[in-house]
């Protein structure tokens, strides 16, 4: 920080470029970029932070291992899948119960 600098004006964060090497003003956001290279100053923690964006932005569906019911599926077909999905789901339901119970007695 240059000598110069005004005492009264507000602190400002500095961070090490790890690609430069050079300091460079930073805003602590995972998005800032060195004022000498150009490079992300946190290249970990921005991708990181798109990892976790993309896993909120997924549907969750996808996380859950339902029998698949096509829309070609004969009706017969459909009945019995929506009869085995309904068991998968209560199924789950009964295991959250469980874990749950088994959680607030331990304490």
């Not at 970990?44 to 019911?69: C, F, K």
């Not at 339901?93 to 088994?102: P, T």
Request: hydrophobic share 40%; proline share 8%.
């Amino acid at each position: 920080m240059p000598d110069s600098a005004d005492p009264n004006a507000p602190f400002t964060a500095t961070k090490k470029c790890p690609h430069c090497g050079r300091w460079t003003e930073w805003q602590q956001r995972p998005t800032d970029r060195c004022q000498h290279c150009g490079q992300v100053l946190e290249p970990q923690r921005a991708a990181a932070d798109e990892h976790r964006q993309q896993q909120a932005d997924a549907p969750l569906s996808e996380g859950l291992m339902l029998i698949q019911i096509n829309p070609d599926d004969g009706p017969a077909l459909r009945f019995f899948k929506y009869i085995i999905r309904g068991g998968q789901l209560a199924f789950g339901a009964f295991m959250a119960f469980m874990m749950w119970l088994l959680s607030a007695v331990a304490g």
